[in-house]
C-alpha cells in the first residue's frame, strides 16, 4: 500500500470532548467545512456536524456526542460514544473519567469498517490548575486489517487570569502499519509495534469575544520504530452572541494511535451554538480540542473560590453575563435569600466574609434554574436542584 492511502473515509479527526465543564444539563452543536491534506499530498473537503449532550445527577455525570462527516468522493464516516466522571469519595478535588468511542466507515447500517478506543483518566484540580493521568486502548477494523494501540499519559494545566497552559507527554504502541506508513514512520525490524512518544504544550487566552488558542508538540520514535513529526497549530473563535460562536484553526493533526486518525494538515471553519447553560467552549474546533486539550482540563475563570485576608475567610464571586442580565447568589450562609451580584464593567461580581465549616452555594442567571458555580463540586439539594459545595476553613 503506498504511503496516505490510509485514505480520508475516517478522517473524523474528531470526537467531542468527554468532559466539557458545563453545569446540569447542557448541549453543543457544531457544523462546520474542513480541508486536510495527508503527509503524502493526498487531500479532501469535508462537511462536519457534530452534537454534545450533557446531564448531572447527584454526583455522577454523563455525556453522550455523536460526530458525522461526509467527505469529497470519500464516502463518510460517524463517531458515537460518551463518558461517565465521579469525584472520589471524600476527596473533593479528585474524580475518576472513563469513557469510550466507536468509529464506523460508510453509512450506519452498511460499514465497511471502524475503529473502538476505551480511556480511563484520573484527575486531581487545584486552585489555579491540577494533573492527571490516563490509559487508553483501542482496535481499528479496515478491509483486511485489524490492528490494536495503547497508550498513556500524563498532563498537568494551570491558568492566570485570562491566561492558560497544558503540558502532556504521552506513550503509545500500535500494530496499524497503515496509520504509521502513512505519517511516514518505518520499523527497524518488521513485525514489531510502533511506538512512539509525544510531548505537547498547548497555550490560550480566553476573552468576552475572541478566544485565541495555540499548540506546539514534537513526536519522537521509539524501539525499533523511526521517524519524528514536528507539529503547529492554532486558532480562534469569535463569540458573536452568548449563544453562537464562529471558530477557525488550521494546523497539524498528529496521527492518533487509539483512535485510527491519521496525520494531516487540517484547516476548518465552524459555527457553534450552546444551550444556555452551557460554558464557551474555547478557540479550536470542537474536532480538534479532544485530541489535545481534554476540556474537563480546560482551565476556566472559576465563579466561585475562597479568599484569605488575614483571619478572615471570604466569598469571591465572579460571574460572565450580559451586562443586562440578573445574576443571583443564595446559600447556606444566608439562609438562602437570593442575593443580586454587580456588574463592575467585565463581570458580575460579590465579595463577602463566611462562617466557617461546609457551606453550600448556587446562583442563577435571569432567574433561571439554581446551578452550583463553575469550579465547585455540584451536590444536589434535595428539591430536584443543585448546589456548589465549599469548605471554609
Request: aromatic share 6%; glycine share 12%; hydrophobic share 40%.
Amino acid at each position: 500500500m503506498a504511503r496516505g492511502a490510509v485514505g480520508f473515509t475516517f478522517l473524523i479527526g474528531s470526537a467531542l470532548p468527554l468532559s466539557a465543564q458545563t453545569s446540569g444539563g447542557s448541549v453543543v452543536v457544531e457544523t462546520g467545512a474542513m480541508n486536510a491534506r495527508q503527509p503524502s499530498g493526498e487531500s479532501a473537503q469535508a462537511v462536519l456536524s457534530s452534537a454534545l449532550v450533557r446531564g448531572s445527577w447527584r454526583h455522577l455525570t454523563a455525556e453522550g456526542f455523536a460526530v458525522l462527516v461526509g467527505a469529497s468522493n470519500r464516502g463518510s464516516a460517524s463517531q458515537l460514544g460518551g463518558g461517565l466522571h465521579h469525584p472520589l469519595p471524600g476527596l473533593p478535588h479528585a474524580r475518576m473519567e472513563v469513557g469510550g468511542a466507536a468509529t464506523y466507515f460508510g453509512a450506519l447500517g452498511n460499514t465497511n469498517g471502524g475503529q473502538q478506543s476505551l480511556f480511563i483518566r484520573q484527575h486531581v484540580e487545584l486552585q489555579h490548575g491540577g494533573v492527571y493521568a490516563g490509559l487508553s486502548s483501542g482496535r481499528a477494523d479496515r478491509l483486511q486489517l485489524n490492528a490494536r494501540a495503547s497508550s498513556a499519559e500524563m498532563g498537568a494545566w494551570g491558568w492566570y487570569r485570562k491566561l492558560t497552559a497544558l503540558v502532556v507527554a504521552h506513550r503509545g504502541t500500535t500494530t496499524d502499519w497503515e496509520l504509521m506508513e502513512a505519517a511516514g514512520y518505518a520499523l527497524v525490524w518488521p513485525g514489531r509495534a510502533y511506538a512512539v512518544q509525544d510531548v505537547t504544550l498547548s497555550l490560550g487566552m480566553h476573552g468576552r469575544v475572541v478566544d485565541v488558542h495555540s499548540t506546539f508538540a514534537i513526536r519522537e520514535s521509539r524501539g525499533t520504530t523511526h521517524g519524528s513529526t514536528r507539529a503547529v497549530s492554532a486558532g480562534a473563535a469569535w463569540h458573536v452572541s452568548p449563544r453562537w460562536s464562529l471558530a477557525i484553526s488550521t494546523g497539524i493533526q498528529l496521527a492518533d494511535l487509539t483512535r485510527g486518525l491519521p496525520e494531516a494538515n487540517l484547516t476548518t471553519v465552524s459555527l457553534r451554538w450552546r444551550s444556555p447553560t452551557s460554558r464557551v467552549i474555547g478557540a479550536m474546533p470542537l474536532r480538534d480540542q479532544v485530541r489535545i486539550l481534554p476540556l474537563d482540563l480546560a482551565p476556566v475563570a472559576r465563579e466561585a473560590q475562597l479568599d484569605k485576608r488575614g483571619a478572615v475567610v471570604e466569598l469571591l464571586l465572579r460571574v460572565e453575563a450580559p451586562p443586562d442580565a440578573t445574576v443571583e447568589f443564595a446559600g447556606s450562609f444566608n439562609e438562602w435569600t437570593a442575593t443580586r451580584l454587580t456588574f463592575d464593567g467585565q463581570r458580575f461580581v460579590h465579595r463577602m466574609p463566611l462562617p466557617s465549616g461546609p457551606q453550600r452555594l448556587a446562583i442563577r442567571v435571569n432567574g433561571g434554574e439554581w446551578r452550583a458555580p463553575v469550579g465547585l463540586v455540584s451536590v444536589s439539594d434535595g428539591l430536584g436542584g443543585e448546589s456548589g459545595l465549599l469548605i471554609v476553613p
